[in-house]
C-alpha cells in the first residue's frame, strides 16, 4: 500500500522544539524527493522545506531558515523535519510529501503522492 505517515506532532509552548516523522511505505522511497507543507486554520498551505531525492540539498522557506532542518534517512524510508524555537505563528497541520526524482521544489503541484497530516500547536 502506498503511503506516508507523519508522527511527531503537538502542543508545545514558544521557544520549545519538535521532530516530525514521515514515514514511506509501498514506494521506492531513495528516488523521491520529500517536501514538508503546512496549513494553518483558514489560511492557504504553503511550503516549509524540502530536500532532493539523494539528500545532496534542501530547500527552505524564508519564514522557517535558521530554525527548521531537514533530513532523511532511505535506509528507513523516513524523512524528518526539526523544528526548533517554535512560534505561535507556526501552528498549523504539517504535510509530508513525495516528488518523483524531485530536487526540493517548493511548488506543491509537483508532489504526486501526500500524507494525511500532523497538527503541531504552539502555545505563547
Known amino acids: 500500500q502506498v503511503q506516508l505517515a507523519e508522527s511527531g506532532g503537538g502542543l508545545v509552548q514558544a521557544g520549545g522544539s519538535l521532530r516530525l516523522s514521515c514515514a514511506a511505505s509501498?514506494?521506492?522511497?531513495?528516488?523521491?524527493?520529500m517536501g514538508w507543507f503546512r496549513q494553518a486554520l483558514g489560511k492557504e498551505r504553503e511550503f516549509v522545506a524540502a530536500i532532493h531525492w539523494s539528500g545532496r540539498s534542501t530547500n527552505y522557506a524564508d519564514s522557517v531558515k535558521g530554525r527548521f532542518t531537514i533530513s532523511r534517512d532511505n535506509a528507513k524510508n523516513t524523512v524528518f523535519l526539526q523544528m526548533n524555537s517554535l512560534k505561535p505563528e507556526d501552528t498549523a497541520v504539517y504535510y509530508c510529501?513525495?516528488?518523483?526524482?524531485?530536487?526540493?521544489?517548493?511548488?506543491?503541484?509537483?508532489?504526486?503522492?501526500w500524507g494525511q497530516g500532523t497538527q503541531v500547536t504552539v502555545s505563547s
Open positions: 509501498g514506494i521506492t522511497f531513495s528516488v523521491y524527493g
Open positions: 510529501a513525495a516528488e518523483y526524482r524531485g530536487w526540493g521544489t517548493a511548488s506543491a503541484g509537483a508532489y504526486v503522492l
